[in-house]
């Protein structure tokens, strides 16, 4: 198989890598790179757990060919926290307890993460409906919604 370069930026920092033609963002990232936040799920599109920001959209690494990120920003729940402070969405998961195993929380985070990047105060139905493409089978959902709520109006307190 012909090995095809690959240059992004991630997380603030350049990256290039080989990696075969046809190889997904989530192997490039998890295996070539070392970024192990995106997780793999279901490796079909359906549990959002590997979702990361491509260019300010959520995409699912996993369906994602890593030879169509040239030139890309892409961003995992690896690059939100700044120098060791958890980034408002991950302390908000942390304190209202909505990372019970943790595997969708990442998907979960980045997908909170665009909606309060496009709507910053968002409702309780907007946060349902921007989580609607993510998988949890621990906490319910409602420990999720809540720890986005409490986010947006940490930030919506910070911008006042």
């Known amino acids: 198989m012909a090995k095809v370069p690959v240059q992004f930026t991630l997380n603030g920092a350049e990256k290039a890598e080989f ?7 989530l192997h490039a990232l998890r295996d070539k790179i070392g970024d192990t936040s995106p997780k793999g799920g279901c490796h079909q599109g359906t549990c959002g757990a590997c979702s990361v920001i491509i260019d300010g959209e959520l ?14 920003t892409i961003t995992t729940t690896s690059g939100l926290s700044e120098g060791g402070v958890l980034h408002p969405l991950q302390r908000a998961f942390l304190d209202a ?7 969708c929380t990442p998907g979960m985070i980045m997908a909170a ?16 409906e921007a989580l609607s493409g993510n998988i949890c089978r621990c906490t319910g959902y409602e420990p999720i919604i809540q720890a986005v709520l409490t986010a ?9």
């Open 19 to 25: 990696v075969d033609s046809g190889t997904t963002l």
């Open 113 to 128: 993460r665009v909606l309060l990047d496009h709507t910053p105060n968002p409702s309780r139905d907007e946060v349902v």
């Open 152 to 160: 947006a109006r940490s930030n919506s307190q910070h911008a006042a």
């Open 59 to 72: 995409r699912l690494s996993c369906l994602t060919l890593a030879e169509t990120c040239n030139g890309a």
């Open 97 to 103: 307890f909505a990372t019970q195993c943790g595997f």
